[in-house]
Antibody, heavy 123, light 107 residues
Framework: QVQLQQSGAELAKPGSSVKISCKAS????????MHWIKQTTGQALEWTGY????????KYNEKFKGKATLTVDKSSSTAYMQLSSLTPVDTAVYYC????????????????WGQGTLVTVSS | DIQMTQSPPSLSASLGDKVTITCQAS??????IAWYQQKPGKAPRLLIR???TLESGTPSRFSGSGSGRDYSFSISNVESEDIASYYC?????????FGAGTKLELK
């Protein structure tokens, strides 16, 4: 079964960077884009961007350009999101998520989610 | 970016009630709307895709409808396990955007 296992909570200081991971299993890692979604404590959900593991190609929400950098390690089926120049507004739970698609091409958006990684930015 | 205006922000219902949540997109999203349920401390769970198609495992008391810019999501015969927050998502255009959420509580 598809599983997305994220790294643990991070406490970071303003101005620093963090890199969180999402290890995929149960499917061919390079066959599906990995998306990242931010959820603030006010509960709002924001799509951050996605990376296509096979090509390394990325697409970012304009709002997160310069803030988030998406990468993958195909050898370990792991996706990463680095958040830079952290400020308190970056404090949130970050999820990795994946579409599902049937052989007939029917798409289910964000059918699979990691458990979330809490990033807290505080001095 | 497409704005998704979701209402109401909160909803109070008794067991067995029918409740309805709406999402209005800032432009036509061609029925590419999905609905998610989220319980505290958990990731969202996909319930409905493409306006009205129930995902495997979604109880039949959940339903969705709509077209163009206006969409709705309903739960008939609310059960205690339905107490959660609900979000709409438009996936017609990048950047994908979510509604602000509706918190369903027991009256």
């Amino acid at each position: 079964q598809v599983q997305l296992q994220q790294s643990g909570a991070e406490l970071a200081k303003p101005g620093s960077s963090v890199k969180i991971s999402c290890k995929a299993s149960g499917y061919t890692f390079t066959s599906y884009a990995m998306h990242w979604i931010k959820q603030t404590t006010g509960q709002a959900l924001e799509w951050t961007g996605y990376i296509a593991p096979g090509s390394g190609g990325t697409k970012y929400n304009e709002k997160f350009k310069g803030k988030a950098t998406l990468t993958v390690d195909k050898s370990s089926s792991t996706a990463y999101m680095q958040l830079s120049s952290l400020t308190p507004v970056d404090t949130a739970v970050y999820y990795c998520a994946r579409y599902s698609q049937t052989t007939e091409g029917i798409v289910s958006p964000f059918a699979y989610w990691g458990q979330g990684t809490l990033v807290t930015v505080s001095s | 970016d497409i704005q998704m205006t979701q209402s109401p922000p909160s909803l109070s219902a008794s067991l067995g009630d029918k409740v309805t949540i709406t999402c209005q997109a800032s432009q036509n999203i061609n029925k590419y709307i999905a609905w998610y349920q989220q319980k505290p401390g958990k990731a969202p769970r996909l319930l409905i895709r493409y306006t009205s198609t129930l995902e495997s495992g979604t109880p039949s008391r959940f339903s969705g409808s709509g077209s163009g810019r206006d969409y709705s999501f309903s739960i008939s015969n609310v059960e205690s396990e339905d107490i959660a927050s609900y979000y709409c998502l438009q996936y017609d255009n990048l950047p994908y955007t979510f509604g602000a959420g509706t918190k369903l509580e027991l009256k």
